[in-house]
């Protein structure tokens, strides 16, 4: 299972980013799609998953500002990221959990500036 995600890059405060994460099965057969993220010097985080049924969960910082979001045909994960703030700044990882089995994609870095 290979897992791309694209779409960083540097934005303002305020502004709006989405990322996509492509993966190369049918999500149909994911449990769960996730993003994470990690800032220098810290650990990695979730920002949001999204199950198989649909079913959504946010870290309570990104609560109201992002949505993820799956297109099935596409076999895509999306991370929309609106009123972006200075602290959302870091490498954000598409997450992909298959028959029990954790996979990675490679990341795509988020710069929020002032």
């Known amino acids: 299972v290979q897992l791309q995600a694209f779409g960083g890059g540097l934005v303002q405060a305020g502004g709006s980013l989405r990322l996509s994460c492509a993966v190369s099965?049918?999500?149909?057969?994911?449990?769960?799609m996730g993003w994470y993220r990690q800032a220098p010097g810290k650990q990695r985080e979730l920002v949001a998953s999204?199950?198989?049924?649909?079913?959504?969960n946010y870290a309570d910082s990104v609560k109201g500002r992002f949505t993820i979001s799956k297109d099935n045909a596409k076999n895509t994960v999306y991370l929309q990221m609106n009123s972006l703030k200075i602290e959302d700044t870091a490498v954000y990882y598409c997450?992909?959990?298959?028959?029990?089995?954790?996979?990675w994609g490679q990341g795509t870095e988020v710069t929020v500036s002032s």
């Open positions: 997450n992909a959990i298959l028959r029990g089995s954790t996979f």
């Open positions: 099965v049918s999500i149909d057969t994911v449990s769960r």
């Open positions: 999204v199950s198989s049924g649909g079913s959504t």
